[in-house]
């Protein structure tokens, strides 16, 4: 019989973290469909959840729109002003602060845009192709379809495909890092080129090349011929048979995914609120980051964690990784535990009523709202504990 051991009341670890501030601690999430905030209020030397809301999203609005509906919804619940009328801006400074204390700080996480859809282009149906499958179900984004290259491929056929399925992205994958491979990568190369010439130009979808290096400056070269296409390249994920490297594909979506999110309105407005010093990310990256901390907190050697959104996020963090291993997958009780992963231990979201919860987890949030406070850990990571420790993440033992 094993036993699990207790959960530390106060991780030595918290000393040498930044002292947390001592005023009101805000972190909102503007999502797909919703907007959410929740509220920190130092109570005696100890941070706790005052409340929170979430609310729906107000269609394709200036995200300052989104802003100011949660604030005052949230701020009219609790009796306090959270808005700013006249600044147009959360209350970050106040005339009267005794009468309506101003936040101290804003953290904003932004899932905003629908998840990238992206279309894999292989040289062949095995190898690099898995791969590249492997780095997509690692990012914020879904595999719509598969081209693999074949003698009967043709530029037109796989451009009307492309018009129809209406991919964010095309990834471009084959061919180990030998010089060998330069030739049959530059003909997949220059199929993708002809492919995304014919298509209209606001049709195009962006390419990331994560083929054979020895082949991309080539493969390059000849994708940059279409005028105006975006374009990027990631060391290749298969260079050996033996040694895949997925996650630097997964990596690359997610910096796109992001870079969509900066042109939506209202971007800059949320960096300029945004108090904390670190970027603004996704609500998944937050439950990566998550699982990451209460790990190193809780000095454990593998914490295995989660998410239950749109879509389910496995993290795995494992000690002295930095990286820890992320997997998105629709979501499904009955497949809660991934091939050669251990069982979640902390499990954020809803769950469904006639499942029973996995015997192996030992804290549950069940509002989903965690990665939403752990925006604030940058700033008042004390205070991100204590919210979590106290009101969200229930200890099971």
């Known amino acids: 019989m094993t036993t699990t051991p207790p959960r530390p009341a106060n991780p030595p670890e918290l000393r040498l973290l930044p002292p947390a501030a001592s005023g009101t601690l805000l972190a909102l ?33 200036h995200l300052a729109d989104q802003v100011a509906g949660i604030c005052r919804q949230l701020g009219n619940r609790l009796g306090r002003k959270l808005w700013d009328d006249d ?25 905003a845009r629908p998840y990238l859809q992206v279309w894999i282009v292989g040289l062949t149906g095995s190898n690099s192709l898995e791969a590249a499958r492997i780095g997509v179900d690692s990012s914020a984004a879904q595999l719509s379809g598969v081209t693999v290259l074949g003698v009967d491929s043709r530029a037109e056929s796989l451009s009307q495909t492309l018009v129809e399925a209406r991919p964010d992205v095309l990834v471009l994958a084959g061919g180990y890092d030998l010089p060998e491979a330069t030739p049959p990568v530059q003909v997949l190369t220059t199929l993708a080129a002809g492919a995304l010439a ?37 060391p290749n994920i298969l260079p050996t048979p033996e040694r895949p490297r997925p996650a630097l594909l997964g990596q690359a979506l997610d910096e796109h995914y992001w ?16 108090t904390s010093p670190a970027r603004m990310t996704t609500v998944e990256a937050n439950f990566v980051r998550l699982v990451r901390t209460w790990r190193t907190l809780h000095a454990l050697p593998s914490l295995c964690g989660l998410y239950c959104g749109e879509r389910w996020v496995h993290v795995w963090s494992v000690a002295n990784h ?8 629709e979501p499904d009780p009955a497949q ?30 069940r509002s989903g709202l965690a990665p939403v406070v752990a925006a604030l850990g940058p700033v008042a990571p004390g205070a991100m504990y204590s919210a979590l420790s106290h009101d969200l993440l229930l200890h099971l033992g």
């Open 336 to 365: 809660t535990v991934l091939p050669g992963w251990p069982a979640p231990q902390l499990l954020s979201g809803p769950w469904p009523d006639r499942t029973p919860l996995p015997d192996e987890v030992r804290w549950w949030d």
């Open 198 to 234: 014919r298509m209209p130009r606001r049709a195009r979808p962006a390419v990331i090349y994560a083929g054979s290096q020895p082949a991309a400056a080539q493969a390059e070269a000849t994708l940059r011929t279409v005028e105006g296409l975006n374009v990027a390249t990631v």
């Open 29 to 61: 999430s503007i999502e797909l469909q919703r907007v959410r905030g929740c509220l920190l209020e130092n109570i005696s030397g100890v941070y706790r959840l005052a409340g929170w809301l979430a609310i729906p999203r107000l269609g394709e609005r």
């Open 87 to 111: 600044a147009h801006a959360p209350l970050l400074r106040s005339a009267f602060p005794m009468r309506h204390p101003p936040i101290e700080q804003l953290a904003v996480t932004l899932s």
């Open 322 to 329: 930095p990286v820890p291993a992320v997997v998105y997958a």
């Open 259 to 274: 870079r969509l999110c900066r042109r939506l309105d209202g971007f800059a407005l949320l960096e300029e609120w945004a």
